[in-house]
């Protein structure tokens, strides 16, 4: 509240007062006073200078971001192409590789089937062969069997025929 109340009072005095404060100026500028402005001037000239330079070296930041990030771009783009690249070369490989395979299957199958067809059809001609070696064996067995049946049977008839 004190605070308030002097910048109130100091704000009231009357301007005559405030203007007998400041100090007298020349009419004439004096070189001191010329130097001083010289000086306020070159370095308004120098802090201009070294906003300009400010300026620019923020355009030159802001153009190697945009370069940076161009490259950056430039990189992922040839590293998806690179990645692209290799998983179509290693999906045609699988591909190329499944095609192989499969027909490496289909050939193992087709030889193994031929290979069931010939032991198939061995099996059929040695089952023959021996049905019919079996079957003349058999018939052999009949035939010897009748005749000695007959031999015995005319033996017998003859053993009759003789005690008759």
């Not at 405030?18 to 000086?39: C, M, N, R």
């Not at 040695?126 to 067995?141: I, L």
């Not at 000695?148 to 049977?153: H, K, N, S």
Request: with cysteine; hydrophobic share 30%.
């Amino acid at each position: 509240m004190v605070q308030v109340q002097q910048a109130e009072k100091a704000t009231s005095r009357p301007r005559a007062k405030v203007l007998e404060s400041i100090v007298d100026l020349p009419e004439q500028p004096t070189k001191d006073y010329q130097q001083a402005g010289d000086h306020l001037t070159e370095l308004l000239s120098q802090a201009e200078n070294a906003y300009q330079l400010y300026r620019q070296a923020q355009h030159e930041v802001a153009r190697g971001y945009k370069k940076h990030e161009h490259q950056m771009e430039k990189l992922f783009k040839d590293a998806e192409k690179r990645a692209n690249d290799a998983y179509e070369k290693a999906l045609a490989q699988a591909v190329s590789t499944r095609e192989q395979a499969k027909q490496e299957a289909e050939e193992a199958s087709r030889t193994a089937q031929a290979r069931a067809e010939e032991a198939f059809q061995r099996g059929v001609q040695e089952a023959q062969r021996d049905q019919r070696n079996s079957v003349a064996r058999a018939w052999q067995k009949c035939i010897e069997s009748r005749e000695q049946a007959w031999g015995v049977f005319q033996g017998e008839k003859k053993a009759e025929a003789g005690s008759d």
